[in-house]
């Protein structure tokens, strides 16, 4: 495995349905961080993991959002109950360590996730 | 709140000319990155800053650490279409708790 590779790449969904949207980092990589992006915007940052800490999770926007590591490495980000407002490209990215503050993060594709 | 603003939201120009992308923040970071997105695709690192004042070159592009560590800047000279993409600056540091707070993006076209 080359790179961050997310899963699906689209989702259409209606209103009021849980989505999960799956990120498969890069293999060794410890740190793992989830974004959110609207049309053409910069990143808003949701959550993130390093290791066998407990995530970060200052960034998520409501408490229909919720993410979860297995593994330390595979991530699975969880939106119950979407609203049109959460259409967005979500990108996931993953680096060998977060502590430094200089670690080359790789990112996914994304998937753009739309709420009809 | 953005804790990074970068200036121009949008630049289109002439394959040739030269130009300067901002980014400012009144935070300070230990480190500030720079990234290129193309469509579809995710952001890739062209470069990491961690010096007040540090200067980095790549090929045609040249980016610059404020003395403060507050604000940074990237200057591209003779553009080329191939330089067309969002720019996309992300701080780090003290003041974000070491996650990346990524800034609003600038996208360039370059008009052939």
């Known amino acids: 495995g080359a790179g961050v590779s997310q899963s699906p790449s689209n989702k259409v969904t209606e209103k009021g349905k849980d989505v999960e949207l799956r990120c498969d980092p890069i293999?060794?990589?410890?740190?793992l961080y989830w974004y959110r992006q609207s049309l053409g915007q910069g990143l808003e940052f949701l959550i993130y993991?390093?290791?066998?800490?407990?995530?970060?999770k200052s960034g998520l926007p409501s408490d229909r959002f919720s993410a979860e590591r297995t593994g330390g490495s595979v991530s699975t980000l969880t939106i119950q109950r979407t609203q049109q407002e959460d259409s967005a490209v979500y990108l996931c990215?993953?680096?060998?360590?977060?502590?430094?503050?200089?670690?080359?993060?790789?990112f996914g594709p994304g998937t753009r996730l739309t709420v009809l | 709140t953005q804790l990074l603003e970068q200036s121009p939201q949008f630049l289109s120009i002439q394959e040739g000319e030269n130009l300067t992308v901002y980014c400012n923040s009144s935070?300070?970071?230990?480190?500030l990155q720079w990234y290129r997105q193309e469509p579809g695709e995710g952001p890739v690192l062209l470069v990491t800053?961690?010096?007040?004042?540090e200067v980095k070159k790549l090929k045609r592009l040249t980016f610059q650490f404020g003395d403060a560590r507050k604000d940074s800047s990237l200057h591209i000279t003779a553009a080329q279409t191939g330089d067309t993409g969002l720019y996309l600056c992300?701080?780090?540091?003290?003041?974000?708790?070491?996650?990346?707070?990524f800034g609003t993006g600038t996208s360039l076209t370059v008009i052939p």
């Open positions: 990215a993953s680096s060998f360590s977060v502590a430094s503050g200089t670690d080359t993060q790789y």
């Open positions: 293999s060794g990589h410890t740190a």
């Open positions: 993991f390093q290791g066998n800490s407990a995530p970060d």
């Open positions: 935070s300070v970071f230990s480190s």
């Open positions: 800053v961690v010096t007040g004042g």
């Open positions: 992300a701080g780090a540091g003290r003041d974000t708790g070491n996650q990346f707070y």
